[in-house]
């Protein structure tokens, strides 16, 4: 990570967001102040400069070995994973009753954003601990809790999320793992799972699996499923029946093994209430999702660095490539859509932590309402333009981007599947459209950009007002036409998320504004603000116009259906 992004964090929590001033408001985080926020960034970035990203290349290159039973990391993770532990960070949003330090997850995202920049691969086996950790605090039966939640805070621990099955995918009611109860407490569990990132490693001793599966005479379909803790070792220190079948051959995140695992009879415990498996599990997926969106923006912000430097080395013409204007154009929109995606991202992670900790009841409520609106949105179009914007960074380098010494290819294929996972970005526009915007017609999405683009102090808060307009207007038209989820979906999430953006930059040029024209960070900051209202919004109207075809014209949606179907014949 450069520290271009470390400063532009800083902008954007202390001045944009005014996080300190936010925080002190919630009694969970009322010493949370400026000078703890910035303590933390600066070293979250410093660990991940120093210590990760030296591994990263090497990771890619070594990959992962499965040998006699036991998943072997690239050579340095696990140091690096103790050196890690050794300075706290896993504690970082952990609770104090159980040994953490009790920040907020806006705090914490900013580490997820520097560990995604710097080496993703290790990034992985850490990415969902403190969603693990948090689904068993708050679900787990006091004995579970005594004896693994400790470890898990401190990463003395890492956990798995077994989820997705060979026949089932994304759809998990199609789960077939059973769970039999043994009459001592415990459950077998018998079953497949694949793609379980960390399914197997040696970073750790322990690792915990939170497994779905099926109790006996358990409902078909979701509402069957239930989550249970099954540990790779036993209390006992035996190990239990779970083993590895194979490591996955990946496009990318070579380093991180995502495995195949066999439940022979493993032992388990529940967590939660039976039948209720997705509902102790929904505890991990909002951080988790805005997690994977900053996965988005910290591989744009490593890979803008990247070429940046790159582009002021390399001759071309008689001058450096970056004052050739092709280049230009793209390191300008690459930035403004990073330095654009960490505002939102950030934003989102702070209404996380109001919904959890404001001491008011309206407050928290609108607070979860907006965060819950926001997550989709955040998840799906930062990784979606992270993998373009990582992808516009290589096109910089020319040929030089496609070969493999100047790490930029690498780049790429370790976030191609973060558009994959965490539901893909398809199911994130469907949720969006048919969860969030059609129950009350987008008046909370209404109401909140409405807010955003109060007193923002900019010229460019017309135009954003503008836009926020046009996309409710056509919103609601496409609702009443009753236009076809399915084409409509993805369509609505990037909209809403350029409307979202426009409000956002209108503020954070009106925040630059008051620093005068004397400071440089200042005047670029309004400068990205002007790229992304001249070069970017204007594909909003492009997709108005797409959302307009679908409901307009009956044959719009019908043409797609039928060009869709004849490639099948």
């Not at 959890?356 to 799906?380: N, Y």
């Not at 409710?472 to 993805?490: C, E, K, Q, S, Y």
């Not at 594909?539 to 043409?559: K, M, N, T, V, Y």
């Amino acid at each position: 990570m450069s520290a271009d992004a470390l400063r532009d964090t800083r902008f954007v929590l202390q001045r944009l967001l005014r996080a300190p001033e936010a925080l002190v408001q919630l009694p969970a985080f009322a010493e949370v102040d400026a000078e703890l926020i910035d303590q933390v960034a600066e070293a979250a970035h410093a660990f991940a400069d120093g210590v990760l990203a030296p591994l990263n290349a090497s990771g890619d290159r070594e990959g992962c070995r499965l040998d006699g039973g036991q998943v072997h990391a690239p050579a340095g993770f696990a140091p690096a994973w103790r050196d890690f532990v050794e300075a706290g960070w896993p504690l970082l949003a952990c609770h104090p009753d159980d040994g953490g330090q009790g920040l907020p997850h806006v705090v914490d995202a900013v580490l997820h954003e520097a560990v995604s920049a710097a080496n993703p691969g290790w990034g992985m086996y850490f990415g969902i601990l403190h969603g693990g950790y948090a689904c068993l605090r708050a679900h787990g039966s006091e004995e579970l809790k005594a004896r693994y939640l400790g470890d898990l805070a401190s990463g003395a621990s890492l956990v798995t999320m077994a989820l997705t099955e060979p026949q089932a995918g994304s759809d998990l009611g199609g789960c077939r793992t059973r769970a039999t109860p043994r009459g001592d407490g415990s459950v077998a569990v018998e079953g497949t799972k694949i793609f379980i990132s960390g399914g197997d490693h040696d970073l750790t001793h322990q690792i915990v699996h939170l497994v779905l599966a099926r109790l006996p005479d358990a409902p078909a379909g979701s509402r069957g499923l239930s989550l249970f803790l099954v540990p790779k070792w036993l209390p006992d220190s035996t190990r239990n029946a779970v083993a590895v079948e194979r490591i996955e051959e990946k496009m990318g995140l070579h380093a991180s093994p995502t495995c195949v695992l066999r439940f022979d009879g493993a032992t388990g415990w529940l967590v939660g209430e039976p039948g209720r498996g997705l509902n102790a599990m929904f505890v991990m997926m909002n951080a988790a999702r805005i997690n994977v969106g900053l996965q988005g923006v910290g591989a744009a912000a490593a890979a803008l660095a990247q070429a940046t430097a790159y582009a002021a080395e390399r001759v071309q013409g008689g001058a450096p490539i970056l004052r050739h204007a092709p280049v230009q154009r793209l390191l300008a929109r690459t930035r403004a859509w990073t330095e654009g995606g960490r505002m939102l991202a950030l934003w989102t992670a702070l209404r996380l932590d109001e919904a959890h900790a404001h001491p008011d009841a309206d407050a928290r409520a609108l607070a979860l309402r907006e965060a819950s609106l926001l997550t989709p949105i955040v998840k799906a179009l930062l990784t979606d333009q992270g993998f373009t914007s990582v992808s516009d960074c290589l096109q910089v380098f020319g040929g030089h981007g496609y070969v493999s010494e100047w790490g930029i290819e690498q780049r790429l294929r370790d976030l191609r599947v973060s558009m994959l996972y965490e539901g893909t970005n398809e199911i994130q526009a469907l949720d969006l459209w048919q969860r969030r915007l059609l129950p009350d017609r987008a008046q909370a999405f209404e109401q909140l950009l409405s807010r955003l683009l109060r007193d923002t102090g900019s010229a460019w808060a017309g135009p954003a007002a503008e836009a926020a307009g046009r996309l409710i207007a056509n919103l609601r038209a496409a609702m009443d036409a009753d236009t076809p989820a399915g084409l409509a979906a993805p369509v609505v999430l990037r909209a809403c998320g350029l409307a979202l953006l426009a409000a956002l930059w209108a503020r954070a040029d009106g925040v630059a504004a008051q620093g005068g024209a004397s400071d440089a960070f200042d005047r670029r900051k309004q400068a990205t603000a002007a790229v992304f209202f001249t070069q970017l919004l204007p594909e909003l109207q492009a997709l108005l116009a797409q959302l307009e075809s679908l409901r307009g014209d009956p044959r719009g949606a019908a043409q797609v259906l039928e060009a869709a179907a004849g490639m099948a014949e």
